[in-house]
């Protein structure tokens, strides 16, 4: 754990190895991979009602802790589908504003309310986001920030993914907030899936994350804040309107 403003160590040995086997939770390679295609525009709810995040139904809604001001929306096209909309959402005051927004990727196969491990589908639902790394150095991210070649993806994977992981943010699914996202402990145990990140977009689906550009998760690196409480919101669009 941290103290004060300094940054963890880097990641035991032990993790590395987990992660090389286990990566495939964040994107592995597969090997048919669809073209990317440019994702709808996210639904741009009521003007009327800027209380309300645009798209989420007040299942979800609710589960948005009361304290979050910062909320990472994506917008999935469609339940089996790869391609979503990642849109970040800051509150001032009962208000929520649109800040900024980036084509993204989800899951291989879309989207499940069920997630368990190997089925290429990213989870629905709201999460917290607690913690980041990656290859690269601390581009100045708010959030607890471990650098570790560990991250790095394994070169047998396309080179078109070897750049996936230089930066990542920790989607708080089945892990332990407060420590490296690569830490492979998971609570609800290992069939329920785990290792679901934000990370860097090789230009189609993943196993499970959402991915980005280097230019979007460097920006949110920078502007997710803990004393925000930032969360992300996910799913497809029917079931982040239920």
Known sequence: MRSGGARRAVVATAVLGFLLTALGGCGGQDPERPKATEPRAEA?????DPTRIPGLGDRLRQRIPAASRQV????GDGKD????????YTKQGSTWDRIRSWPAHNGKKGWTTDHHEGDKRSPVG?????DAGGVLPDPGAGLPYTRSAGFAAPRWWSKSYWH????VIAIDYNRVKGTPPNDPTRPEGYEKGGGIWLHMDHGSGTSACISLS????????RTLAPDRHPVVVMGDRADLKA
Request: net charge negative; no cysteine.
């Open 72 to 75: 990472v929306a994506v917008y």
């Open 164 to 167: 996936d992981f230089d930066y």
């Open 81 to 88: 589908s790869a391609d979503s909309t990642a849109v970040l």
């Open 126 to 130: 709201v999460f917290t986001l607690s």
């Open 214 to 221: 280097e230019q979007a998760m460097a920006y949110l690196l």
């Open 44 to 48: 741009t709810g009521s003007a009327a």
